[in-house]
Each structure stands twice: as C-alpha cells, then as structure tokens.
C-alpha cells in the first residue's frame, strides 16, 4: 500500500524524516572527552527523546482513530456472531460425539465378538481357520468416512495433563519471571538464578 493510501500528510512526514536523519547524524558524530560534553550528550539526548515523542504523536494520530474503529467493530460483531459461533460449536459437538459414540460401540463390539472367537479356538470347540474366517465378517468400524462431499477421519489423539506439579520434573516448570524480579529487588537469592547490574541511562 502507498504512503498517499493511507492518507498521510508526506510534508509532514518529510519533516519527521528530516529531524530523525539529523538526530542520527548528530549521534554518530558525538565524541565525549569530558565533562562539559558529557553535558552536551545529555541535552542532545534530551533532544533525540523529543525526537522520538514526535515521532510517537504523528503514528498514533494516524493509528489510533483506526485501532478504535477496529475495536468498536470487533465488540459489535462479537455481540451479533457471538452467540451463533457458540450455537454452531455446540450444535458440532453434538454431533462429533455421536459418532464417535457409535464408533465406539462398533469397534466395541467387533473386539467382543473376535474374543468370543478366540475363546472357542482355546477351548477347541473351534477350529483356527474357522475363527480366521469367522472375524473377517465382523463388521469393523471404518476409520475413514466419506459421504456425497464430506470427509472425516477418526484418529487417536494423544493427550496430557499436570495432575501433580511435585513432582514434575523442573526442566519443565515454567519459571516466574515477575516473582523472580521482585525477589530480586528484596535481595533474596534465587536459585539458579544469576544476578547481575547493568548501568543504564533514564531522564527526560
């Protein structure tokens, strides 16, 4: 999409640029030998910040009408779909629980049926090529299906659940990063965990 699509004043987009190129350039070109330009740094940081605020104002003028217009869409059409995506959900759980019900029943059948079979060729009231022959009428549930244009497919899917965090092994315990930081401002030590300092720069 072209800047002059998303109607952009480019004058004033031309301005920002200009003040950003300068802000780079003047960083790049800094050399701090003493104090006095230490103190300089600090104003042309100061500056750069400015900078960056503009830039911020000009992006969110544009964005933000967009985002709240996005948002009042989205709440109006969560409250008109909403409830007919829960209705079909539930309406297509209804009916993938049937059928996997009656799969269940027939392959529950089928196995019952083979072990009747097999019980007869143990006790020898039964000969073995009688009983091969014998499953190989048993109705089977089919794994796939296909009628007119759809497809479904039964599958076993392999699932899992925390039942006992104690004694879940630590690799896979998910570390709490916000309790971990709070700790560490309350000087208790964590284990395993490293702390360190970094100095770093905050100001207007």
Do not use: C
């Not at 008109?80 to 996997?100: D, R, S, T």
């Not at 097999?118 to 009983?131: I, L, P, Q, S």
Request: no cysteine; proline share 2%.
């Amino acid at each position: 999409m072209k800047t002059e699509e998303l109607l952009i004043d480019t004058k004033e987009l031309s301005i920002v640029r200009g003040q950003v190129t300068k802000a780079v350039s003047a960083a790049q070109s800094l050399a701090i030998k003493n104090d006095s330009d230490l103190g300089e740094a600090n104003d042309l940081r100061a500056k750069i910040k400015k900078v960056g605020l503009m830039i911020t104002a000009r992006k969110e003028g544009f964005t933000k009408p967009a985002y709240q217009a996005y948002k009042m869409i989205m709440e109006e059409a969560k409250s008109l779909f909403g409830p007919l995506e829960e209705q079909y959900q539930f309406a297509e759980k209804v009916v993938k629980g049937k059928m996997i019900e009656y799969h269940n029943l027939v392959e529950a059948k089928a196995k019952a049926e083979e072990a009747k079979l097999a019980a007869r060729v143990e006790k020898g009231t039964m000969k073995f090529e009688t009983a091969i022959k014998k499953v190989e009428e048993i109705q089977k549930p089919e794994t796939t299906i296909e009628s007119g244009k759809s497809k479904a497919t039964f599958r076993i899917e392999k699932k899992f659940e925390v039942t006992d965090m104690s004694k879940l092994p630590i690799e896979y315990h998910l570390p709490d990063l916000t309790k971990i930081r709070q700790d560490m401002y309350k000087g208790i030590q964590v284990g395993g965990v490293k702390y360190w300092e970094e100095k770093n720069l905050s100001g207007n």
